[in-house]
């Protein structure tokens, strides 16, 4: 059966890995990061940084790779303090979009999640399974976007292209 979904491997991204309580965040970098969401498995943004909180004390910082210099710079992961840790992770991981009128049946296909509106909204985002490996996963316009480890990038592009055929 083939679907009416389209599938694009999407460019790097700038990405920091923040962990630490959101107090402690926010003090050493509110000049750069919006108010980092609160509830787990959500996400938020301010001009074009967005912010998943995706596990407990734990957010994930995204902004196109343009912006990874001076992102790096305002973070200051080597001098950050000591409560807190901001490593940059850009080159880890790999994105997807699947978007289109299938778009919900080919995620099915690959992720055990329950993705309806209802239960998965425009705000939520998760670490979850695809194709049984571990990926960050949340909605987009028309569809779903998701990362997976970078090595595994061409062989989910292999499979998600197999699943629409």
């Not at 389209?6 to 107090?23: T, V």
């Not at 957010?59 to 992102?71: F, G, H, S």
């Not at 985002?125 to 976007?145: H, N, Q, S, W």
Request: charged content about 25%.
């Amino acid at each position: 059966m083939t679907y009416d979904a389209a599938i694009a491997r999407q460019p790097l991204n700038a990405l920091f890995d923040l962990k630490g309580s959101s107090a402690a965040i926010q003090n050493w970098a509110a000049d750069v990061l919006s108010t980092l969401p609160e509830r787990p498995n959500s996400r938020s943004g301010q001009a074009s940084v967005e912010l998943y909180h995706v596990g407990r004390n734990h957010w994930i910082a995204r902004a196109p790779l343009e912006q990874e210099a001076e992102l790096e710079k305002h973070l200051s992961p080597t001098n950050c303090p000591a409560e807190i840790s901001i490593v940059r992770v850009s080159d880890t991981l790999t994105f997807f979009r699947v978007v289109g009128p299938q778009a919900d049946e080919v995620m099915s296909i690959a992720c055990p999640l329950d993705i309806h509106e209802t239960e998965f909204g425009e705000e939520t985002v998760t670490y979850t399974e695809l194709f049984g490996l571990k990926a960050l996963f949340m909605r987009c316009e028309d569809g779903f976007e998701f990362a997976v480890e970078q090595s595994f990038g061409d062989m989910v592009e292999d499979y998600l292209s197999r699943a629409v055929a």
